[in-house]
């Protein structure tokens, strides 16, 4: 009987393994086969349940990290066909056979058990397993109640008297890391043949615990690796407002979805998502290095065309043999002039003011990792103050056995489908509308709007520190263009405006956070500026400040400082002369 | 340094190249000071700044370019800058005169042309 057993499990083995080598339908049919045989050999359903167990722990211990999910899902798809003859066959001869021999209880005990195979194989999560493992032992074995810990000393042996039974999880080096112990059992006491099934129920959940316990060790790595890779608050950036919505993927392995928004010089904003192929740890270690890097690039200034560039030839550096696709879009808020370059990527949407939702046209470049000797295409377009510019990976839009323009089109209409509301609503909407409740992939969905330009003077109070310098920067350069003032002109008052904010700062007094204040004007097709703050002005003897001042009187028209005790005050004032019209693109910039 | 601007250093047989891109301000003048200074050395003919690529500018970085520029001199090392028309930060370099003092080139070979010629130590 040993000698049988050993050759049906290396059968069984065979088999199984022509089957996860792609075996399709005849690989089930060699499962029905088994079955037969099974019956023929008069093995127990015991027996079967038990070798099926050590094919399928031999074949998960020697899966790679990503097959784990596969490989378990087609040991219940085989399972279940090798039981289904089984059971078929002892229906018909089980009676005089098997049924005589097993007394009724005990053989609904081993279906319970094969059951209970099924289930915790098809199951991920160690919670779920020892939920199901203390609901499944109470019920096969028919007690009052159920513990199961993962302590990590526990009993070696199975133990058992008459109130209470006893069984350890024990991992592959032997090592006891939990224990199930059931109490209060229905009717009488508890048997050898209860101590039997709970002992092989045990030993079932130990190997599938211990993989889920692997995966999920991996699934973690992956998960935080990824939270703190993605940018927790958006940065505050003057002319627009952002939105994000990011969904790691629930049931299966993190993925690599990743974006960005950069504040960029001139007052202009980068946007980035991107999304690497493959899932898990390999995946979100690749998203590491992409992000900072079209970071780098697009803090140079470049294009996007050219930072798309520059990413297709770092990521071919990097001699991994894995694509990915992304987006990189730059938006001057000032003019709604938008660029965009895309590599393999789902188009971005563009939503208006009044609600009509739009692809931006053009055929996406190709995906990063493919070659380096192709150059990307760059789409141009003006956003209407109050546009939203929507980019968002394909989880959102990607069905199973449904073309991807069917997708696009659902994600438009959601889009259009309601009057504009706020961006956090927004992202809620489509994501509730496109995504269901646990999504396989990663979803993530980045929206900016451009706001409409800002009316009145720009009043602002700002932290005396060198870093507020860029912020007035920014604020400036989108306030001055929808204020009428030309691209030499924007310039002009922006660099003598932070002449006189550098003076503040520099002159910080007193004890505690010191703050000055700014405040422009456009009136009459003239820029008004004052600096205030409560510092003295600094010794023009100095060479540095004394160049500063010049600086400022060469830039302006008129420049006045006024000391006090109460602190310094400069005015400025420039004429407009260059440009009229409101919203002009600063080309020289670029 | 920040994010706010990022420099790339070469070292050529003709003299150090430096590139700077993004902005220059207070917040990181001191940073930015540090690394050109830290990226010559002595046996180099001189120094290119190229800010091309600089957005923006103020004062300090002009001031920070004449400091340089003395220092260089008191090595025998020749400065040049290029800044090209097209380029913002030109605007301030020609608005403080820094361009009768120090030569400004339009491109980076007329820049290390001028360092080759202009350095008393350049091989011959």
Known sequence: ?590 | MDELARIEIDQTPRGVVARISGEIDISNVGAVKRKLTGALTSSSPGLVVDISGTNYLDSSGVYLLFELNRALKGRQQQLCVVAPPTTPSTRVLLITGFDHIVPVTSTLEDAIETVAARAPTAPA
């Open chain 1, 1 to 590: 009987m040993t000698a049988d057993l050993d050759a049906f499990r290396s059968g069984y083995a065979a088999a199984f393994r022509g089957y996860l080598a792609g075996g399709g339908e005849t690989g089930l049919e060699s499962a029905y086969e088994l079955g037969r045989e099974a019956v023929a050999g008069e093995l127990s359903l015991l027996d079967l349940a038990g070798i099926h167990h050590e094919v399928l722990a031999d074949c998960l211990a020697s899966a790679p990290k990503d097959e784990l999910e596969r490989v378990a899902r087609a040991g219940t798809d085989f399972f279940q066909e090798s039981l289904s003859t089984f059971e078929m066959i002892q229906r018909g001869f089980g009676e005089a056979q098997e049924t005589a021999r097993l007394e009724q209880r005990h053989a609904a005990q081993l279906r319970g058990l094969a059951d209970a195979a099924l289930a915790l194989n098809s199951t991920l999560s160690v919670e779920d397993m020892l939920a199901l493992l203390g609901e499944r032992a109470r019920a096969i074995v028919g007690a009052e109640r159920s513990s199961v810990s993962m302590a990590g000393e526990g009993p070696r042996m199975t133990q058992r008297n008459g109130e209470r039974l006893v069984a350890p999880l024990i991992d592959r080096q032997e090592h006891a890391f939990g224990l199930i112990e059931l109490s209060g059992k229905h009717e009488g006491e508890f048997t050898e043949d209860d101590e039997s099934i709970l002992e092989q129920l045990a030993h079932m959940a130990s190997v599938a615990i211990e993989n889920a316990r692997l995966y999920q060790h991996e699934r973690g790595i992956a998960l935080e690796l990824q939270s703190n890779l993605l940018p927790d608050v958006l940065p505050e950036i003057p002319g627009v407002v952002a939105g994000v919505r990011y969904d790691a993927g629930g049931a299966g392995e993190v993925g690599g979805d990743w974006f960005e928004v950069i504040p960029l010089s001139g007052g202009r904003v980068g946007m980035a998502i991107g999304d690497v192929v493959g899932r898990g740890l390999p995946a979100a270690k690749m998203m590491a290095h992409l992000r900072p890097a079209l970071r780098a690039y697009a803090l140079e200034g470049e294009p996007p065309a050219v930072v798309a560039q520059h990413m297709a030839h770092f990521v071919r550096t990097l001699d991994r043999d894995q694509m990915s696709t992304c987006v990189y879009a730059v938006l001057d808020p000032a003019t709604g002039e938008l660029r965009c370059a895309n590599a393999g990527h789902p188009p971005p949407l563009v939503l208006t003011g009044e609600g009509r939702a739009d692809f931006i046209a053009g055929k996406p470049g190709l995906p990063l990792g493919v070659t380096t000797d192709y150059d990307y295409p760059e789409v141009r377009t003006t956003l209407a103050p109050g546009s939203t510019l929507l980019l968002y990976t394909d989880g959102l839009v990607e069905k199973r056995g449904e073309p991807l323009d069917a997708g696009l089109e659902r994600l438009r209409e959601v889009v259009a489908s309601e009057p504009v509301d706020s961006l956090e609503d927004l992202c809620d909407r489509v994501r509730n509308a496109l995504v269901r409740e646990a999504p396989r992939d990663d979803v993530a969905l980045l929206a900016v709007r451009m706001l409409a330009p800002e009316s009145g003077p720009l009043e602002l109070e700002l932290t005396a520190e060198p870093g507020a310098l860029a912020e007035l920067r920014r604020r400036l350069d989108v306030w001055l263009p929808q204020s009428g003032a030309g691209a030499e002109e924007t310039y002009d008052i922006v660099l003598a405006t932070c002449e006189a904010a550098a003076n503040a700062v520099e002159h910080a007094y007193g004890p505690g956070e010191a703050k000055f204040h700014v405040t422009v004007r456009a009136e009459d097709e003239e820029v008004t500026i004052e600096v205030r703050d409560r510092g003295a002005w600094r010794d023009q003897r100095d060479p540095r400040r004394g160049r500063g001042l010049a600086v400022m009187r060469k830039l302006m028209d008129d420049v006045n400082v006024t000391s006090t005790d109460g602190g310094t005050n400069v005015r400025l004032r420039r004429r407009l002369r260059e440009g009229r019209q409101h919203g002009r693109a600063r080309a020289h910039r670029d």
